[in-house]
Each structure stands twice: as C-alpha cells, then as structure tokens.
C-alpha cells in the first residue's frame, strides 16, 4: 500500500491554467527496499491526478524520505512533464 512521503510547497500550472499541487508517495516492495514516485493532483477536481512512474528505488523508507526532501522544482517541472507523458 502506498504512503505518503512529502507535501510540497511549489505549485505547477498547466497550459491549460490548472494548478497542481506535488506529493512523493513511496511503496515498500518485498525485500524491503521502497520505491517512490511522484503524483500532481489538480486544483479542479474534474481533471485526473498525474503519476509519474518509478522515480527512484532506495534501501529503506528512511532513504526514501531523504531522497524525497532533496527534490528541488527543476526536478518537479521534468517529472511533470513525464506524468503528462511527455
């Protein structure tokens, strides 16, 4: 079962002018290592909250914590970017 890992500050906003506010969820998997992704929910409720795909895999959810606290908004702006497929 996922878990969520950090909140954000930083907001995006789409062309379309939806803003989106960022979370990093992580997940453990057997063996114990987590692996952690990115969501973006929208500011309106009618559009769908993106994902990235696996962003990073660490040892523990400890690593995955610091990991997600690093995160600086370049990172945000690509991981946007590939939640929208792009």
Known sequence: MSELIQRYTPRLTDDGGTT????????????GT???WLEFHP????????RTGRETTQPDRR???YWAS???PLYFDGAFDRARGG
């Open 34 to 36: 987590w692996e952690g």
């Open 20 to 31: 989106y506010s960022i979370f990093a969820y992580g997940e453990g998997l057997p063996g």
């Open 63 to 65: 690593a995955l914590e």
């Open 43 to 50: 500011s309106d409720a009618s559009q769908p909250i993106l």
């Open 70 to 72: 690093g995160l600086e």
